[in-house]
């Protein structure tokens, strides 16, 4: 890996690419159960503030999904709740109503794909250029700001239904933001505890990338750049309680308190 690509995985990258950069079987076009795209929707209703009377219905609905697997399969459920959520807070320059439907969806894609290109296109061309000018301290506190309001609550939020871990390589980075802030500690026991797990998420996501036609071989070795990134996030999914505890923070409060 050059070192320049090795900065997509920092919170200093925009959330932008480092959703570009997750696991392929993350995107909806791998996903083996339409629960993630349920559970997609039902965030969306809630998001937008959708009246249950203004809801789809199922073949409204069916439509819907359809459309997300077969125009937009190459994007994370993750990934459209953040150009939503982009949406609503007016930064898309689009205007939004209390209703989803597949002419929602594909405004909202349409106008965050625009905004998406000019984000790493700024990006590649400041940040990871050859001469890179060290961020500023307020500069450092805006991104950090940013990844926390864009990436970290969103997962806690996310976190407390869960049933298993989300493995990604952004979520990767909100393990190493707990990391380098020394708020997980993770014992030798744990750290062969979660490599262990990490084999069993990764045979599991060769069996569904199978099935859904992609040529891969279920005997295919996790490289130690993956290893790593498994085990992590599967180490921030048990210990996440822990550092809510440790920090004495709730989703409200969060940057006084950090």
Not at 183 to 196: D, R, S
Request: charged fraction near 30%.
């Amino acid at each position: 890996m050059k070192k320049n690509e090795l900065a997509i995985l920092t919170t200093n990258a925009p959330l932008e690419l480092v959703y570009s950069r997750n696991y392929r079987e993350h995107r909806i076009k791998h996903l083996d159960s339409p629960d993630k795209i349920q559970e997609l929707v039902n965030y969306l209703y809630v998001l937008l503030n959708v009246k249950k009377d203004n809801q789809l219905n199922e073949l409204e609905e069916s439509v819907l999904n359809g459309v997300m697997l077969n125009n937009f399969g190459n994007f994370s459920t993750d990934e459209i709740k953040h150009a939503f959520r982009l949406a609503v807070a007016g930064d898309l320059c689009i205007e939004m109503y209390q209703k989803l439907d597949s002419i929602t969806l594909g405004k909202v894609i349409g106008a965050y794909k625009i905004y998406k290109a000019k984000k790493i296109k700024n990006y590649k061309s400041t940040t990871m250029s050859k001469e890179v000018n060290k961020p500023s301290k307020a500069e450092i506190k805006t991104i950090e700001e940013q990844f926390i309001q864009n990436c970290i609550l969103p997962y806690i939020e996310e976190r407390k239904t869960m049933s298993e871990p989300l493995i990604n390589w952004a979520t990767y980075a909100i393990f190493k933001h707990f990391w380098n802030l020394k708020q997980i500690k993770l014992t030798k026991a744990e750290i062969k505890k979660y490599k262990k797990e990490a084999d069993k998420y990764w045979a599991e996501s060769l069996k569904k990338r199978r099935s859904t036609g992609e040529r891969v071989s279920l005997d295919e070795v996790m490289s130690q750049r993956t290893i790593k990134m498994y085990s992590s996030c599967i180490a921030l999914y048990h210990k996440m309680d822990d550092i809510l505890e440790l920090v004495k923070i709730d989703e409200i409060g969060w940057h006084d308190k950090l």
